[in-house]
């Protein structure tokens, strides 16, 4: 008997599917080889209003918008002295450097799946992973850092514009195991 999981599929998907993926040559159920990606179209600067914006569709018909803002904000340390009245340099310095200076909490990911509210339990995941995975390796937030004064602070909005339904159900049910 087929072992039990959250998916809706019958024992002879199920045994297709270990079959097919456990074969050698990995067989897909879509044909593709084990090192090919999906195939998709990618546009990019669509959004006039937004730094930078991309429009991506996947061969499923999954597509999604991405829109980029970018803001200079003061940094906590510039507004901790200005409240003690201690003067912060507002030049920076030819030798310093922003290795380790950039923090996470200055780029926020929003993630609008449609039919689904923005605190559910899928887009907050989501946009968790992406924000984690986005500030993994640190080259990206350092890049935030301008000087002691002031960082950029990014702001990320993904929407699902067309979304293949199974798939997202299907997630939502990992994420509520």
């Known amino acids: 008997m ?10 002879a998907e199920l045994s297709y ?16 080889s084990p090192t090919q990606f999906r195939p998709l ?3 990019a600067d669509i959004l006039p209003s937004a730094n930078g914006s991309a429009r991506v569709c996947f061969s499923d018909g999954t597509e999604a918008v ?3 803002k970018a803001e200079v904000e003061k940094s906590r340390q510039a507004r901790q002295a200005e409240g003690e009245g201690e003067d912060v340099e507002m030049g920076e310095d030819i030798n310093a450097t922003s290795e380790g200076k950039g923090r996470n909490e200055w780029l926020e990911v929003a ?8 605190d559910d339990a899928l887009p907050v995941f989501l946009g968790a ?16 850092w301008i000087n002691a004064r002031f960082h950029w602070r990014l702001y990320v909005d993904v929407s699902a514009a067309a979304v293949k339904e199974d798939y997202f159900w299907y997630l939502e049910k990992k994420i509520a195991c």
Request: contains cysteine.
């Open 129 to 144: 992973m992406l924000s984690e995975a986005l500030c993994a390796d640190s080259g990206l937030k350092d890049r935030l």
């Open 111 to 118: 993630i609008d799946v449609p039919g689904l509210r923005d």
């Open 2 to 11: 087929a072992p039990y999981t959250n998916i809706p599929l019958s024992p």
């Open 41 to 43: 179209v990618a546009e």
């Open 66 to 68: 991405v829109g980029v």
């Open 17 to 32: 599917l270990q079959n097919s993926l456990s074969a050698s040559p990995l067989i897909r159920p879509d044909g593709r």
